[in-house]
């Protein structure tokens, strides 16, 4: 079993920042990829931004140019910096991983969610 551990949320004034960072522990073999969702109220849950074979980003063309994507492979953790927030980044912040483990195939984890505020 992996779990996956989230921190960083918070109540942030519209042009400001935050860091979500992530960490999944468990019996992983290696990471495929690794990812922020987001779902805001009303509305259906959303690729932010993600990282694949720990090098290749994407991002929501939303964020692009605001939020930042890294992560580290060995440590099996991921971190989104937002930038520049807007109200309309306001919503639940989850992560993602998709996983080998020491068992065949892939496998997908979510972490429980970090609620991001934009307001003033």
């Known amino acids: 079993q992996v779990h996956l551990v989230e921190s960083g949320g918070g109540l942030v004034q519209p042009g400001g920042s935050l860091t979500l960072s992530c960490a999944a522990s468990g019996s992983i073999s290696s990471v495929n990829v690794m990812a922020w969702y987001r779902q805001a109220p009303g509305k259906q849950r959303e690729l932010v931004a993600e990282i694949i074979g720990g090098d290749t980003t994407n991002y929501a063309d939303s964020v692009k140019g605001r939020f930042t994507i890294s992560g580290d492979n060995a440590k099996n953790t991921v971190s989104l910096q937002l930038n520049s927030l807007k109200p309309e980044d306001t919503a639940v912040y989850y992560c993602?991983?998709?996983?080998?483990?020491?068992?065949?195939?892939?496998?997908?984890?979510w972490g429980p969610g970090t609620q991001v505020t934009v307001s003033s």
């Open positions: 993602y991983c998709n996983v080998r483990l020491f068992r065949p195939g892939s496998h997908i984890y």
